[in-house]
């Protein structure tokens, strides 16, 4: 497998969910960890590794400058991420449908791409501190995709209107999108994970 990462079986069985934990520029597969588990302590846990790396940092694409991506390498890193979800599938044993992914900033970021490139990989997603990560070729089709997206109105890196513009690119899929401007910069505050449990809880 082409990517660092840790699985870690559900808590109770049948398994009724798996988080894909997704962190932000410069994380690894333990960061994500404890929030997966605050978000949901009973689900298991499949928590990667980013492996694009900028300066010594894990991320999951490349980056021409801050908020300025590399649209061929998001292509590329997307896809095989969406690839390795089937191969993780299928090592671990878990129904790829019952996959929520959970990702900040860069790991929101790639998760956006497979919502956008490879629609029904992920059918559920909690996007914390989400942008547009590129303009897909053509317009997914996303009915019965649920995503939760939770920006900060100060956040220095995303403007709300990049956010709100992602919101309204999986909307036109019909995706089911909430969107939620935290007062807050890039950082998580204690607000919006109480918001994901609740999300989570209806998913
Ligand atoms: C980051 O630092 O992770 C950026 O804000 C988002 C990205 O580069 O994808």
């Given amino acids: 497998m082409d990517y660092t990462h840790r699985f870690i079986p559900a808590q109770v069985t049948p398994s ?38 900028e300066n010594g940092m894990p991320r999951f694409f490349r980056r021409l400058a801050e908020g300025v991506f590399d649209e061929e390498d ?14 993780a599938a299928a090592k ?14 860069n790991g929101a970021n790639v998760a956006a791409a497979v919502l956008l490139l490879r629609p029904g990989v992920l059918t559920r997603a909690i996007l914390f ?37 992602l919101a309204s690119m999986l909307r036109q899929g019909s995706a089911e999108v909430t969107l939620r401007f935290e007062e807050a910069g890039h950082q ?9 449990k609740k999300w989570l809880r209806e998913s």
Avoid at 17 to 32: A, C, K, Q, S, Y
Avoid at 92 to 105: C, H
């Fill in 74 to 87: 998001v292509l590329r890193r997307a896809n095989e991420l969406a690839d390795f979800i089937d191969v």
């Fill in 16 to 53: 009724r969910r798996v988080l894909l934990l997704l962190h932000g520029t410069g994380g690894n597969e333990n960061d994500m960890i404890p929030l997966g588990r605050d978000l949901d302590p009973s689900a298991a846990i499949l928590s990667m590794r980013g492996n694009v790396l």
């Fill in 188 to 196: 998580l505050v204690f607000a919006e994970i109480a918001e994901a």
């Fill in 129 to 165: 501190r989400a942008m547009v990560p590129l303009t897909p070729a053509t317009s997914p089709t996303l009915a019965d995709t649920r995503v939760l997206i939770c920006s900060g109105k100060h956040d220095p890196i995303v403007p709300m209107e990049n956010a709100e513009r």
């Fill in 92 to 105: 671990y044993s878990f129904d790829p449908q019952s996959l929520i992914a959970v990702g900040y900033s």
